[in-house]
């Protein structure tokens, strides 16, 4: 069973627009959640977190929103860029004494010019 | 910092051979991750250690499927002998302690005949 979905394979934006890349979880003792961005042949990197006491993280352009209630949370890429054109995985991990992070399938987002 | 290092970066080798992953973590950080990429799975977590000691490795998918961490600077993922559905890319990553951001190494793509 998937504790971390990410229902959308991919997406395609327009440069300049607005990037929303959707998560739901399912494990309610998840309480810190995190993107990873990933371009191909590469590792995936760090790129933003958000502990489930804060319903809001912004980092310049790029903004994860959590929604407890919903089990859902997003990633706004505002304005979007070329370069960020990548996979983006969305983790989760319970603080309650584990550092396994659970990881869904990933997005890949392309950014056209 | 170089960032976590892997080799080799690609492996092909034929069903029922021994195969060697290794990984050098960041200089400073306590726990070290082996994680496993394939289209239908996605980011499992195979294995991880804190201090050089195995933590969990329920994730490892059966016998054939072996890790070590001889010191705190060197990992091997060893599967013997290897069977066509291992083919798939092998990441390690690192993290401090207390802290859960993984960096990722740029993984190593296997391919197994």
Known sequence: ?113 | DAGVIQSPRHEVTEMGQEVTLRCKPISGHDYLFWYRQTMMRGLELLIYFNNNVPIDDSGMPEDRFSAKMPNASFSTLKIQPSEPRDSAVYFCASSRIRMNTQYFGPGTRLTVL
Not at chain 1, 7 to 28: A, F, H
Not at chain 1, 100 to 109: A, D, N, V
Request: aromatic content about 14%; charged content about 20%.
């Open chain 1, 1 to 113: 069973d998937q504790q971390v979905k990410q229902n959308s394979p991919s997406l395609s934006v327009q440069e300049g627009r607005i990037s929303i890349l959707n998560c739901d979880y399912t494990n309610s003792m998840f309480d810190y959640f995190l993107w990873y961005k990933k371009y191909p042949a590469e590792g995936p990197t760090f790129l933003i977190s958000i502990s489930s006491i804060k319903d809001k993280n912004e980092d310049g352009r790029f903004t994860v929103f959590l929604n407890k209630s919903a089990k859902h949370l997003s990633l706004h890429i505002v304005p979007s860029q070329p370069g960020d054109s990548a996979v983006y995985f969305c983790a989760a991990y319970s603080g309650a004494g584990s550092y396994q992070l659970t990881f869904g399938k990933g997005t890949k987002l392309s950014v056209i010019p």
